[in-house]
Nanobody, 114 residues
Framework: QVQLVESGGGLVQAGGSLRLSCAAS????????MGWFRQAPGKQRELVAA???????NYADFVKGRFTISRDNTNNTMYLQMNSLKPEDTAVYYC????????WGQGTQVTVSS
């Protein structure tokens, strides 16, 4: 059983920063692409950023230049450094992992006040 546990969400003022973490545990084999998605109230879940097993990154246009995704393959952990946060970044952030199956975390709330 694979579990993903996110941490690092919270309340921050516009212009501030947060760092999200996602730790994978359990019978984790051959982790492929990992990523962060987010879902705001009344909106569909959307991709924020993704990173391949080799470290290739991909970002949504609305976070380019502000967010940085990274991963530690030794510890099966992924991070999302979020800088210059905006109120429109407010959402529940979910981590995702492909490891011979698709796995999701439970989500962590990020709230950016204006």
């Amino acid at each position: 059983q694979v579990q993903l546990v996110e941490s690092g969400g919270g309340l921050v003022q516009a212009g501030g920063s947060l760092r999200l973490s996602c730790a994978a545990s359990g019978s984790v084999l051959s982790i492929g692409t990992m990523g962060w998605f987010r879902q705001a109230p009344g909106k569909q879940r959307e991709l924020v950023a993704a990173i391949s097993s080799g470290g290739t990154t991909n970002y949504a246009d609305f976070v380019k230049g502000r967010f940085t995704i990274s991963r530690d393959n030794t510890n099966n952990t992924m991070y999302l450094q979020m800088n210059s946060l905006k109120p429109e970044d407010t959402a529940v952030y979910y981590c995702y992992m492909n490891a011979r199956g698709n796995y999701w975390g439970q989500g962590t709330q990020v709230t950016v006040s204006s």
